[in-house]
């Protein structure tokens, strides 16, 4: 399984702060449009994406047990 | 190098004394606190949310660059999650070198990669609502989508 992890704003819209998807080989691109199409109000602008705590790109490839954060534009200090 | 995520008040003279040593000349420290006004708009409490482990790691990468531009540095920075009231501490971040320069300058340097890769997000309370920060003016954003190669290593 893969877990999705959700924060702020997003972590709103979802009404959840991480869910499982099916674990088989796939893009982070398609990973998005898997959550844009079930949660329709749901924005990706500006959101990174990181993969086991690093940033990665659309094109990267998660794998099962791999942990997908996404991450809307950061505003700590 | 010490880093730490929080959520009770920071005792900035415990992250100062983290860094203080003797061959250090200098110490610079930047407290982050929780502004009342933000353009003619007044905020009532402020919560902050982190993906703690990404965070984390987040710090200590920024440890690790610095390390990197400034000889002979010692940092610490301690952030505060949770709900804050105006003029709390969010985040202090203690440099020290052996001269002034590059205390001011790395301290400056490692506020501004926080604000730009660790995962720590604001939410803005208001009379009128509340909402979370980070598509305005003074935040980051990736315009293109995806974060420059900087961003990223």
Do not use: C
């Amino acid at each position: 399984m893969i877990t999705l992890l959700f924060f702020a704003g997003v972590k709103e819209t979802i009404g959840s702060e991480a869910i499982r998807i099916d674990g088989k080989q796939q893009t982070i691109a398609q990973i998005k449009e898997y959550l844009l199409h079930t949660y329709p109000t749901l924005s990706l602008q500006g959101v990174m994406v990181a993969v086991n705590e690093e940033f990665a790109l659309d094109e990267d490839i998660v794998e099962g047990n791999d942990t997908v954060a996404f991450i809307p534009p950061v505003s700590g200090g | 190098m010490s880093f730490e995520i929080v959520d009770h008040p920071i005792n900035i003279q415990t992250v100062i004394d983290k860094v203080i040593r003797r061959n250090a000349g200098a110490v610079t420290t930047f407290i982050g606190t929780v502004r009342e006004m933000t353009e003619g708009k007044k905020t009532l409490s402020l919560t902050y949310e982190a993906y703690i482990p990404m965070a984390m790691k987040k710090l200590e990468q920024i440890g690790e660059e610095v390390k990197g531009k400034w000889d002979d540095i010692e940092m610490a920075i301690s952030h505060r999650i949770g709900k804050l009231e105006i003029s709390d501490v969010a985040v202090v971040i203690a440099v020290s070198t052996p001269h002034r320069k590059d205390a001011y300058e790395a301290n400056q340097y490692a506020i501004e990669r926080i604000k730009e890769i660790v995962p720590i997000w604001k939410k803005e309370h208001w009379e009128t609502g509340e909402e979370w920060i980070g598509n305005q003016k003074g935040t980051k954003m990736y315009v293109n989508g995806k974060p420059s190669e900087e961003d990223l290593h």
